[in-house]
């Protein structure tokens, strides 16, 4: 049984990375930003229980909310030994962005690579600790290959990808093992609006949280770093 701290978790991907966690017996520190969004569900610790979920108030933007965070989830469990980062924000500022946008392209970098940053540093001591830490990142196909002109997201998940191989790189000696998750189209809100592939044929949430629980099974000796996850032919 792991002790995991998972961002974003209330919606989507990370949601459902928390389900699939929970099924396997993991404790659940949860930091997301409305609490209220999951009253009721599995993910509630008052239907499953406050010894197998703890939920904090996180905003990635905010790095503060990252300390307290940590500092919540160790009162509550004593420890944790994994991260699983899947706050992230989606804008499509392109190459040639107008003034109005240019604050996108900050709020983009502030999310999607200081959040993990922050939120990874913070959590750093605790998660050496146990010499088999494990931190999972959901970056993107966009953090491997740019396609079209949305050069504000794509430059922050290729700079994420980039904070991946350092954690991985500082943290290797400790145990700790990182794994870049680089989907292509997965069926969320986010893909809502996309008529390229069908929803039914796109990756579904739900696979995504498969991998993650085979990956926290996995031996130091055979984590991989990056998996890219494909719905459709890349080329």
Known sequence: MRTILISGANRGIGKAIAL????DGHRLSLGIRNLGSVNGSNLDPKVSGNDRILLHQYD???PQTAKDWVKASIERFD???SIIHCAGIFRKTGLLFKEIEAG???ELWKVNILGPWWLT????DEISKSNNGRIIVLVSMSGKRSKGNLAGYTTSKFGLMGLCQTIRNEGWNQGIRVTAICPGWVNTD????????????MTQPSDIGLICSNLLKLPNTCVPFEIAVNCMLEK
């Not at 699939?20 to 099924?23: G, K, V, Y």
């Not at 540093?121 to 750093?124: Q, T």
């Open 190 to 201: 986010m893909a809502s609006n996309v008529n390229l592939v069908k929803k039914e044929e």
């Open 121 to 124: 540093k913070e959590a750093w």
């Open 20 to 23: 699939q966690a929970l099924a």
């Open 79 to 81: 420890h944790f030994d």
């Open 104 to 106: 996108d392209i900050d």
């Open 60 to 62: 990635a933007a905010n």
